[in-house]
């Protein structure tokens, strides 16, 4: 069974860090490209950053661009956000979606629950 | 990038048929054969129905069912069930970035 579990959530000053966690397991990590999705309480869906098999190549989000890192640790089966300088704006639900191979490419076939970061003075 | 735009709501009545439009660009909806669709209850995480325009992953009733034209993409629900009650999202591959970019999602009511 497919599992992706979010972790790292946390209220934050504006200006300030955070390093989001996923940990996958039932599926073979090194196989897949990896996504971040957002969500503001009560908003749509927001694509944030993806990260291909090995690392080497990374895509963000025009609002997150240069604030935010997304990485990968194979050998532990974890994905990672880095966030810095953080706004207001990007207080949401934070998703690891894994994307599915093959036909299924570029949609996102697993969803973890979740983790909820809120920036706030 | 920007938006995919979806009507911010659909509805019908039990047994009918609804579908929910998804109008992109020809930088994403209309250039790539790469639109999902996925339904979201309330506090829940969204669930994948609809990848590749048209193709239902195992599992998906075959009420569910995809389309493109053009740059607009269209789900089709048929036979409404309440249990089809959800807020629904497309989404696209964007060649711009290669990113992804989402619709801002459509509350589906079954009256």
């Known amino acids: 069974e497919v599992q992706l579990v979010e972790s790292g959530g946390v209220v934050v000053q504006p200006g300030g860090s955070l390093r989001l966690s996923c940990a996958a397991s039932g599926f073979t990590f090194t196989d897949c490209t990896m996504h971040w999705v957002r969500q503001a309480p009560g908003k749509g869906l927001e694509w944030v950053s993806l990260?291909?098999?090995?690392?080497?190549?990374?895509y963000y989000g025009d609002s997150v661009k240069g604030r935010f890192t997304i990485s990968r640790d194979n050998s532990k089966n974890s994905l990672y956000l880095q966030m810095n300088s953080l706004r207001t704006e990007d207080t949401a639900l934070y998703y690891c979606?894994?994307?599915?191979?093959?036909?299924?490419?570029?949609?996102?076939?697993?969803w973890g629950q979740g983790t909820l970061v809120t920036v706030s003075s | 990038q920007s938006a995919l735009t979806q009507p911010p709501s659909a509805s019908g009545s039990p047994g009918q048929s609804v579908t929910i439009s998804c109008t992109g660009t020809?930088?994403?909806?209309?250039?790539?054969?790469?639109v999902s669709w996925y339904q979201q209850y309330p506090g829940k995480a969204p669930k994948l129905m609809i990848y590749?325009?048209?193709k239902r992953p195992s599992g998906v009733p075959d009420r569910f069912s995809g389309s493109k034209s053009g740059n607009t993409a269209s789900l089709t629900v048929s036979g409404l069930q309440a249990e089809d009650e959800a807020d629904y999202y497309c989404?696209?591959?964007?060649?711009?970035?290669?990113?992804?970019?989402f619709g801002g999602g459509t509350k589906l009511t079954v009256l």
């Open positions: 020809s930088s994403d909806v209309g250039r790539y054969n790469y």
């Open positions: 990260i291909n098999w090995d690392g080497t190549s990374t």
């Open positions: 989404s696209s591959y964007e060649g711009g970035n290669n990113g992804r970019v």
């Open positions: 590749g325009v048209s």
């Open positions: 979606a894994k994307e599915g191979r093959g036909d299924y490419g570029a949609s996102f076939d697993y």
